[in-house]
């Protein structure tokens, strides 16, 4: 079983930056692969960003340029580095991890953390 504990949420404006990071149990957390995903109000969860175990990288259309993803295995660590922020943004998001799986699929994931808030005023 893995838990992942993610934080760094907040209220911020538009334009400006947050830093989420989510941090896992497993000992084995280099081996997972790595993704971030966000659920706005009365909307479907959807994909934003993963990062694979060697380091791979992959973003939704709607946060490419502006979002980054970034690990530390060394701290079982996964950061999300958002920046040009934009009320469309708002939405809570969650950190999850896959052993088996490089995917954009929520259903991919076997483990969730509880998620973090994130609210962009215009």
Known sequence: QVQLVESGGGLVLAGGSLRLSCAASTPTFSSYS?????????????????????????????????????????????YL?????????????????????YSSRHSDYAFWGRGTQVTVSS
């Open 34 to 78: 790595m993704g971030w995903f966000r659920q706005g109000p009365g909307k479907e969860r959807e994909f934003v960003a993963i990062t694979g175990p060697g380091g791979s990288t992959m973003f939704s259309d709607s946060v490419k340029g502006r979002f980054t993803i970034a690990r530390d295995n060394a701290k079982n660590t996964v």
């Open 81 to 101: 580095q958002m920046d040009s922020l934009k009320p469309e943004d708002t939405a809570v998001y969650y950190c999850a991890a896959s052993l088996q799986y």
